[in-house]
């Protein structure tokens, strides 16, 4: 789980002082490990819960798309600020907000700067769903628990799938979708769920 908790700005603050003093070699090293931490998030066979809690600009926006899932509190601010600063988004932000909402509210975020409260980022589905702050961390650990008690395997193969279905050919990903549902056939874990459905019980899963 990611959270975005805190109602400063200090760290942006750290952040960006510490970017000034960035040559073009070094800025493309912060951009690398941006863009390593947030393909961890986005491959990773685990599900991926972003809590957002106060501000998520700029790396941090980043970092929450590169989510599976997307909660905010009601305090949530959330945008893209690097043109402000002469720059542009370097963590996936160009890329993941245009997949997660539309191109031309990544586009208008991105050339703007402006940053969006919850209920714009829940209305553009930036997020995912929002939440009073109090509830925020409770709604995101009630839906990890939900996910905990389903097929690791079959999760990490949704997950897997769902992320190619905005990249490469729709036709291949629909033949890889129909060659992956027939493997899981193999794994104890759909044996387990197939029968545990038949036998109306709560079915054990174990990853295998």
């Known amino acids: 789980m990611l959270t975005g908790a805190g109602e400063k700005a200090f760290v942006a603050g750290a952040d960006i002082k510490y970017m000034s003093g960035l040559d073009v070699e070094q800025a493309k090293e912060w951009g ?3 863009h390593d931490a947030g393909r961890l998030l986005e491959t990773m066979p685990k599900a991926t819960i972003a809590a957002v809690n106060g501000f998520a600009l700029g790396g941090g926006c980043e970092l929450a798309l590169a989510c599976d899932i997307r909660y905010a509190s009601t305090r949530a601010k959330l945008g893209q600020p690097e043109i402000n600063l002469g720059i542009i988004p370097g ?3 160009t890329q993941r907000l245009a997949r997660a909402t539309t191109l031309g509210f990544a586009k208008e975020l991105i050339f703007t700067g402006r940053i969006v409260d919850a209920d714009e980022a829940l209305r553009r589905g930036l ?3 929002v939440f009073e702050p109090d509830e925020l961390l409770g709604k995101a650990l009630e ?8 097929s ?7 997950k897997e799938a769902c992320n190619r279905a905005l990249q490469g050919d729709h036709a291949a990903n629909l033949a890889s979708e129909a060659d992956r549902f027939g493997f899981l056939f193999s794994s104890e874990d759909a044996k387990e769920g197939l029968t545990a459905f038949v036998e109306k019980r709560e079915p054990r899963f174990t990853g295998r």
């Open 32 to 34: 690398a490990l941006g």
């Open 127 to 129: 997020v995912d769903a």
């Open 143 to 150: 839906t990890a628990r939900l996910i905990a008690s389903k």
């Open 91 to 93: 963590w996936g932000g």
């Open 152 to 158: 690791p395997l079959a999760v990490a193969v949704a």
